[in-house]
């Protein structure tokens, strides 16, 4: 057996990876307000964080798509477009491992999942790992399509469907300009449909296990198809194996681990949960086609790294802060509060 506080640092790391980025967003989400304030009530001056970006993953499909098509960088929302290249080269080289060690979705809705096991247990309904309720075989595939649905109705819309024109016509216009505005008013002052799908997707939440990023995230489905060719995979050694299911009852995406020797999965996130909960020494080991067995913290080694340099590097080279001045935001702003 493997010892156990070895076995486990993949986990332990991860909670604390997930727990940086969530504080890290939101010390972002106040800076953003502090603008927001700034900007439509003449608060006190605070920059606009650009990696408040990161929260307009279609503003960045579309500059990605102007980027391919006129290889000119987005000079409005950069850092949305630099966070969204870094989260898809990590996706191909360390699965959707973004999913599993970087979102505050992700982390949410796993802390919301773990809430609703202990509230199980209060009612006396036992801890079960896999959530309160477990969704039913034959309701698994259908829920699973839902997400990449929405991925395909997106990019039909803005890879399809709006040509260079409409592209650049609309990356300039004031709604693309506050557009971070408008979704922290959306938040803000949320609409009664609003309320009552936050409500009902939280509540989801803690009964069913991940049920946004299995089911409904189109984020995660976009990251799901380079992930799929990624050259690390989860690997099962079958002879070592005996079959006690701890790694599917931990697994976030309910995988069928046993059933596999190699998980390819565009569902799995990478989160190395599996291989620190199997109690059988190198029955599952992180694996490449270039080495059988890889140290399980290569993953997040690599995937920090990566990140962390791209984000680094488009500081350096002048792809991080958007081009125009926070008093002409300013201006805009106003005009939607
Ligand atoms: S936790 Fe390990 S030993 Fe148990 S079923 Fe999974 S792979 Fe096999
Ligand atoms: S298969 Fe393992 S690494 Fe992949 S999502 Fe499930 S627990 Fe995480």
């Known amino acids: 057996m493997a010892d156990g ?34 900007a439509t009530e003449n608060g006190h001056y605070t920059p606009r964080p650009p990696s408040v970006e990161a929260f307009l993953p279609i503003g960045a499909l579309l500059s990605l798509k102007q980027f391919i098509l006129t290889h000119r960088y987005d000079p409005i929302h950069p850092a949305g477009l ?37 509230a ?7 801890t079960p790992r896999h959530g309160l309720l477990r969704t039913p075989a034959w309701l698994e595939y259908p829920l699973l399509l839902l997400k990449y649905l929405l991925l395909g109705f997106f990019c039909y819309l803005i890879l399809w469907k709006m040509d260079l024109a409409a592209l650049e016509q609309f990356s300039r216009s004031p709604y693309s300009l506050t557009a971070d505005g408008r979704m922290l008013l959306f938040f803000f002052h949320p609409s009664r449909l609003t309320l009552i799908v936050i409500l009902c ?20 489905a976009l990251l799901g198809l380079p992930a799929m060719v990624s050259p690390l995979q989860v690997a099962r050694d079958k002879t070592t194996c005996i079959d006690c299911k701890k790694c599917e009852d931990i697994c976030p995406s309910s995988l069928p681990i046993t059933a596999k020797t190699l998980l390819r999965s565009p569902e799995c996130i990478g989160c190395l949960e599996c291989v620190s909960h199997c109690p059988r020494k190198d029955c599952l080991t992180l694996a490449s086609p270039f080495a059988k067995k890889l140290p399980p913290l290569a993953l997040p ?6 990140f962390l ?8 080279t002048g792809h991080w802060h958007s081009a125009i001045p926070d008093d002409t935001l300013r201006h805009y702003y106003q005009t939607i509060k």
């Open 201 to 220: 997707l939280l509540g989801l939440s803690l009964v069913f296990r991940n049920f946004w990023c299995r089911y409904l995230c189109p984020y995660g």
């Open 82 to 118: 630099t966070i969204f290249i870094a989260v898809l080269v990590v996706s191909f080289l360390f699965r959707k491992g973004f999913c599993g060690w970087i979102c505050p979705i992700g982390f949410a809705s796993e802390l919301l999942n773990t809430m609703g096991r202990h």
């Open 301 to 306: 080694a690599g995937l920090l790294t990566v």
């Open 309 to 316: 340099t791209i984000w680094l590097a488009a500081e350096v």
């Open 120 to 126: 199980a247990q209060l009612f006396g309904h036992g």
């Open 5 to 38: 506080r070895i076995r486990f640092l993949p986990s332990r790391l991860r909670f604390l990876c997930q727990n940086v980025f969530a504080f890290y967003c939101l010390f972002i989400g106040y800076r953003f307000y502090l603008f927001f304030v700034w």
